[in-house]
């Protein structure tokens, strides 16, 4: 059993959004001819609540993409995005989501951001995703999306460590590439065993 893992195809990070990462929209078309091929669809879904600590926004005296110490960790500061119900949360008006069997959305705990679909940035809470794709027999997963250097990533480097087979498909990703962090996650990936297609 193969999974496919649409990773935030979301409006904000889309050109025009409100963390528009370039080309966001290209991959789209790709990911809708792919979702037939695999015996499970999952989408995740960024959805912060408004005022979430991952926002520059919401720590006086930063701009976004400064850094801060989290109880959790490094984390980057990001512009206000994917606030939850907005029309930036949704999902590209042209990705086809009939297609998928789940949604699981993630970074709705104020106090935590969440790159991965696995865990929260604090590497402990899990969404529990894990467990449904093996209580359905997953053994493998190719990832999609965005951010490859930072919701992909993570999120395919955690799916490795949890025991699964894991492809990510780099053509039908696009990254923010923030001070390096393109390198460092391809790095990251294939440390972890992801094969990088
Ligand atoms: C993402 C930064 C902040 C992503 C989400 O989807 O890669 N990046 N929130
Ligand atoms: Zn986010």
């Known amino acids: 059993m193969h999974a496919l893992l649409v990773i935030d195809v979301q ?4 050109p025009g959004g409100a963390l528009a990462v370039s080309g966001g929209n290209e991959i789209v078309a790709g990911i809708n001819a792919l979702m037939g091929q ?6 995740t879904q960024d959805w912060h609540p408004a005022g ?23 984390q980057v500061l990001w512009p206000d995005h994917c606030v939850q119900g907005t029309d930036g949360a949704a999902f590209h008006p042209l990705l086809e989501t009939d297609h998928a069997d789940l ?4 970074g709705y705990n104020p106090a935590i951001d969440s790159y991965s679909a ?29 951010a490859l ?11 490795a460590q949890a025991g699964f087979k894991v492809t990510v498909r780099t053509d039908l ?5 923030l001070n390096g962090s393109l390198d460092e996650a391809k790095s990251a990936m294939h440390g972890a065993g992801v094969t990088l297609d």
């Open 118 to 146: 696995f865990f929260e940035n604090d590497h402990k809470t899990p969404t529990g995703l894990a467990g449904y794709l093996r209580t359905r027999g997953i053994k493998e997963v190719t990832l999609v999306g965005l």
């Open 173 to 177: 990703c696009r990254a923010i590439d």
């Open 11 to 14: 409006n904000d990070f889309c």
């Open 103 to 106: 949604v699981i959305r993630k």
């Open 149 to 159: 250097d930072f919701c992909v990533n993570y999120s395919a480097v955690d799916a």
């Open 52 to 74: 979430h600590s991952s926002f520059a926004s919401t720590h006086a005296g930063t701009a976004p993409y400064d850094m801060i110490e989290m109880p959790y960790g490094p």
């Open 38 to 43: 695999f015996e499970a669809v999952v989408l």
